[in-house]
């Protein structure tokens, strides 16, 4: 029994020397200042920055070969972390969530055939250019679902997607998989949008949508700062944002949601945490 | 004629789905008369859509060119009857969007253009007969619709010396190439000859499978005397897949990512042969065509003689109308078929069937999960893998589904037709392709 | 009005054979099998069958249930398992193990995976290979087939491939049974699993699903045929120490194996030329633990083993693709 007390504590002492040294002598030359960016950066790896992973935009970060800005998950905090890490300015660039510009579930929207297939939007797409009759509209099939690695998107009972604004990180990754570009990016401080996607004429979207809209101005000559209409869509003016909020309740085909009221029919998400109470949390 | 029977070729893979061919097979080809209206678009074949070339209010004969060739891989569009152009604008088109046509209304008087001109191919070399095709809009009629010309103009580096007609129509419920092998052998034959001496060569095989007994052995007798020879072919879709088609006759495999043209075959359709006839014979261009109007939910399911530009609806009007209400309309066979957004759809120069099913003709679908069972990848004609070329396709991981030669697919739709647990197998290739050729735009 | 027409991508057809009539086919299979081992076991035999069925259906349920996914009863996948599985159990097993079985083929051996299509395992023989090594008492204790005619009680016994093993390592030769007895080994007339008894009736079961292609003949005739000659080599050399490859064929769980669960399409190979060598790899350690292991049935961890092994035979038997080889002159 002594023997193999020996023989164990032996191989045992012998292989925490053998490590304890080739750590030392095999170690691989680190800047310290990397380790305590990637620290700062949120760790998702959803490619936001360009860099496929959070390791990889570190390491750029640090080397100077890319921006301190770029990671819109880690939002202001990362980015002033970071910026004091490397002893530069922080410079953050105004914080934005996707909004998904459309209202027109399979309720309140009509399809121009009935699709057979693979759940997925861009699937979809290219059969006849997708089953709702609004080109602009969303499919409601789950593509931006998936593709958001920080489970901020959800389709509701009628098929539509609802992003939540408080889980949103601004990533564009649901951007780029949407086959019908309905969603856009917006500053997260803005609560109103105009909810639709679609440049047909009013005369026609009433015909396929009941929520969709048909440019009839009313927003615009209530609010004229805070509105533009192209192409028979309304656009809502960021940096009026307050006064978009003011005239929301006006649009006859409430295409125009104000979201401190609450999200979409249909979507779990219940309200937005008001914006006094976002930055306390965080 | 048994001996033509015995000797039966085949492929490796494919599969036996219901014939259909009950509904209209032995029905002789009807003319289907002239509609209130032919919307003709000027996206029919692969390669530049023509541009038009008459404005609203001209007057057009049957055969006047509408539309120009845009470039080499392009074909003219022409007036499939005498009229007037009342518009010229978008229309749904059978890809299921709205696309360039020219409307004509016919003026009942049905005339020729004069200044088309038949000619006699033995005094036509190659080059003039090719050029005569082009003009005339000779596309392939067997679904594909690439412009024959340039099929028929292969690098010199590529010697011809096998030309192989498609009489197979393996797709199930179309029957118009047998109707048409069948009726009109002269026409054909004709085509046939015309195609050889464009290529330079003398060996021409027809395929034909062999639940067209009357039509291997009509062409048989009839081809012996003009060096045509005739191949029986076992009854296996795709057997009427140019690949298999070329293995099944010439037992050659056309190199993965190539043409036919790299084995030294060139692969015809029937119905083409017999345009090319009546194109360079009479100088008549490509206006017309026989289409299967089929499938059980038809009253009277016909082969109607159909002038490029009628809309379904009339075509399903002429065969008595629907015995239930349409839940797919099918431009095409069933197999690779493309679903149509309504019956106001014309009919175009690849159109070789129209297939009606009902809510009870339709399949049975809930996609469940891939058990595992291998039977996709016994009947692929390519022997690929298609559950895991879809399953990499469903995870977005495009590289392995390169690595699974996703890019060899020719969509035959033969794995989604066996699949148990009814995954839409073609659907997620087709996706794995489109993603494969997009990153390979980019890099 | 909205349009009622469906668009979709190619193909419109069908053959028709979806996955709940693929499974419900190899439960018909199984049923001469079944009902063989009612005839020479009585009730105890039904109350395996019972609860084994009835108890994988019911935890599939709920594994369904607790991840808050569509039921997946329907596919009959479940009850399969479930028959599975009590066919692979020893008659007289008390309620628990039943239960118990069907708790770790459904929850370990299928759903934590992911269920259906993604379990790399066999889950009958997953569940039967836990309770063999948990419970090797009650797990080996066979009883004598008593007719149902007969009105006998249930008296213990050996299988026959105990005995063998018994009596090799005791004497090392052959008890005077793997001798002879071959008709009463066909019809089942012997101790054993429920499904191990009656190679008619499995044979039966077989050749339907071969008949139906629901099975192709590759996997089994690998499996069986590895068997047959290797056994029949070491038969030819030492026939006093190692029985005949038809006492292989007919004793022990071989045909079941072969048949029903070396072909469970997720769990083995997808490509034919992969199925033959997953077949002879079954065979090969089927004959190997059955003359030189410890335990003497081999069948189940032979195809567990092989089932670690598919992946790997997949990716070196893929097919061939069209085009590959070079143009014939």
Request: contains cysteine; glycine residues 10%.
């Given at each position: 029994?002594?023997?193999s ?18 750590a ?73 969530v ?14 121009k ?69 309905v ?35 009313i ?64 | 004629m ?68 845009k ?31 020219v ?19 033995q ?23 690439f412009p ?16 192989i ?9 179309l029957?118009?190439?047998h ?9 054909i ?21 062999a ?29 009427g ?9 010439t ?9 036919p ?6 692969v ?93 003709d ?6 469940g999960p ?14 690929l ?56 735009r980019?890099? | 009005?909205?349009n009622q ?16 009539q ?19 076991f009585?009730?105890?035999?039904l ?12 935890f ?24 599975l599985?009590a066919?692979n ?6 309620w ?13 051996g299928?759903q ?38 007969s009105?006998f ?16 390592m ?18 089942g007339n ?11 009736a ?8 071969l ?13 069986i ?9 070491f ?19 071989l045909?079941?194996?072969?048949f ?23 065979g090969?350690?089927t ?24 992946p790997l ?12 080889r070079?143009?014939?002159a």
């Amino acid at each position: 029994m002594f023997a193999s007390i020996l023989t164990l504590g032996g191989i045992g002492l012998f292989a925490a020397v053998a490590l304890g040294v080739a750590a030392k002598k095999f170690a691989v030359e680190i800047d310290p200042r990397e380790l305590a960016v990637l620290d700062a950066l949120p760790g998702a790896n959803c490619g936001a920055c360009g860099m496929p992973g959070c390791a990889g935009y570190a390491k750029a970060i640090v080397d100077g070969s890319m921006a301190p800005n770029l990671c819109t998950p880690g939002g202001s905090e990362a980015i002033e972390k970071i910026a004091q890490i490397m002893g530069v300015e922080a410079q953050s660039a105004e914080p934005q969530v996707a909004v998904v510009c459309c209202q027109g579930d399979n309720q309140k929207a009509t399809l121009k055939y009935r699709y057979l297939g693979l759940y997925d939007c861009n699937a979809a797409q290219k059969i006849a250019d997708g089953p709702k009759t609004c080109p602009g509209g969303c499919l409601g099939l789950g593509s931006c679902v998936r593709a958001c690695p920080f489970d901020a998107i959800e389709i509701t009972a009628a098929g539509l997607a609802v992003i939540n604004r408080d889980k949103c990180t601004g990533c564009q990754k649901c951007v780029a998989q949407c086959p019908r570009s309905v969603i856009h990016m917006t500053p997260r401080l803005a609560e109103t949008h105009v909810l639709c996607n679609s440049t047909d004429k009013g005369a026609q979207v009433r015909k396929y949508c009941q929520v969709g809209c048909i440019a009839c101005q009313i927003c615009k000559k209530n609010a004229p700062e805070a509105y533009q209409i192209e192409n028979f869509l309304a656009r809502v003016d960021y940096s009026h944002a307050a006064a978009a909020a003011a005239v929301a309740e006006k649009c006859p085909t409430k295409c125009i949601r104000d979201f401190s009221h609450g999200y979409p029919d249909g979507s779990s998400y219940g309200v937005p945490t008001p914006e006094k109470l976002r930055g306390e949390a965080v | 004629m048994k001996s033509a029977l015995k000797n039966l070729k085949s492929f490796a893979g494919g599969l036996h789905p219901p014939d259909g061919k009950h509904f209209s097979a032995g029905k002789a080809i009807e003319i289907c008369p002239l509609p209130e209206e032919l919307v003709i678009p000027l996206a029919q074949h692969i390669g530049a859509p023509a541009e038009a070339c008459v404005e609203v209010g001209a007057l057009v004969k049957k055969g006047s060119p509408i539309a120009k060739a845009k470039g080499f891989v392009s074909v003219p569009i022409h007036a499939s009857t005498s009229g007037e152009v009342i518009a010229v604008e978008p229309r749904l088109h059978p890809m299921g969007k709205h696309l360039p046509a020219v409307v004509i209304k016919p003026d009942g008087k049905d005339l020729w253009d004069d200044s088309l001109t038949g000619a006699d191919p033995q005094d036509l070399n190659a080059a003039e007969l090719k050029n005569r095709l082009q003009a005339a809009g000779i596309v392939g009629l067997g679904g594909a619709t690439f412009p024959t010309h340039v099929k028929l103009s292969p690098p010199a580096d590529k010697p011809i010396d096998t030309l192989i007609l498609n009489g197979v129509e393996c797709e199930p419920f179309l029957t118009a190439d047998h109707r048409l092998m069948l009726e009109e052998t002269e026409r054909i034959f004709d085509g046939i000859d015309i195609l050889r001496k464009i290529l330079g060569i003398t060996r021409a095989v027809i395929g034909i499978e062999a639940n067209k007994p009357d039509a291997i052995e009509l062409l048989t007798a009839r081809g012996a005397a003009r060096q045509i020879e005739v191949q029986a072919l076992e009854v296996k879709y795709p057997q009427g897949a140019e690949k298999q088609l070329i293995d099944a006759i010439t037992g050659r495999q056309v190199p993965s990512g190539t043409l036919p043209m790299e084995v030294g075959v060139v692969v015809q359709n029937v119905g083409t042969c017999a345009a090319i006839s009546d194109a360079i014979r009479r100088g008549h261009p490509l206006v017309e065509r026989v289409v299967s109007i089929t499938g059980p939910a038809l009253v009277e399911p016909k082969n109607l003689l159909v002038r490029i530009g009628t809309s379904l609806q009339f075509l399903v009007d002429q065969c008595g109308g629907l015995n239930g209400a349409a839940a797919k309309i099918i431009m095409g066979g069933p197999m690779m078929g493309q679903t149509q957004l309504s019956l106001d759809v014309p009919a175009i120069r690849g159109t070789s069937g129209v297939l009606i099913f009902r809510q009870q003709d339709l399949p049975r679908y809930e996609a469940g999960p891939c058990i595992r069972c291998g039977r996709c990848i016994s009947v692929c004609p390519i022997h690929l893998q298609p559950t895991s070329i879809a399953a990499c396709a469903r995870l977005d991981m495009i590289d392995q589904a390169a690595g699974y030669h996703a890019l060899d697919c020719i969509e035959c739709g033969c794995c989604t037709y066996i699949c148990p647990a009814t995954l839409p197998l073609v659907q997620s290739i087709r996706y794995a392709k489109a993603a494969i050729m997009a990153q390979k735009r980019t890099t | 009005m909205e349009n009622q027409l469906y668009l979709s991508s190619s193909p419109h057809i069908h053959n028709g054979e979806t996955t709940d009539q693929v499974m419900r086919k190899v439960i018909y299979a199984l049923v001469p099998a079944s009902l063989v081992s009612l005839y020479f076991f009585g009730l105890p035999a039904l109350s395996v069958l019972l609860i084994c069925t009835l108890g994988c259906m019911v935890f599939e349920a709920l594994s369904c249930w607790l991840k808050k996914i569509p039921q997946t009863l329907a596919d009959g996948s479940a009850a399969l398992t479930g028959i599975l599985l009590a066919l692979n159990l020893p008659p007289s097993s008390p309620w628990w193990i039943s239960l118990l079985g069907a708790a770790i083929a459904i929850l370990i051996g299928k759903q934590v995976y992911g269920g259906l299509g993604h379990n790399p395992f066999n889950p009958a023989l997953v569940a039967r290979v836990v309770l063999l090594i948990s419970f090797p008492v009650q797990m080996t204790n066979w009883t004598a087939p008593a007719p149902l005619t007969s009105g006998f009680d249930a008296v213990t016994t050996a299988t026959p491939l105990g005995e063998m093993k018994t009596a090799v390592m005791l004497t090392g030769k052959l008890p005077a049974l793997a001798q002879s007895g071959f008709s009463d080994y066909l019809l089942g007339n012997m101790g054993g699993c429920l499904g191990e008894v009656s190679a008619l009736a499995l044979l039966l079961g077989g050749v339907y699903l071969l008949y139906k292609k629901i099975i192709s003949w590759h996997t089994p005739v690998a499996f069986i045929g590895t068997v047959l000659v290797l056994g029949g080599i070491f038969w030819a050399i030492a026939p006093e120490k190692y029985p005949s490859p038809l006492f292989h064929l007919v004793t022990g769980g071989l045909i079941l194996g072969a048949f029903f669960m070396a072909t469970d399409m997720v769990t083995s190979p997808v490509t034919t030329k992969g199925m033959l060598i997953f077949g002879c790899g079954c065979g090969l350690l089927t004959l190997l633990i059955r003359l030189f292991g410890g335990y003497p049935e081999g069948v189940s961890f032979a195809i567990l083993l092989m089932n670690a092994a598919t992946p790997l035979i997949d990716r070196f038997c893929r097919p061939k693709i069209y085009g590959q080889r070079p143009a014939k002159a």
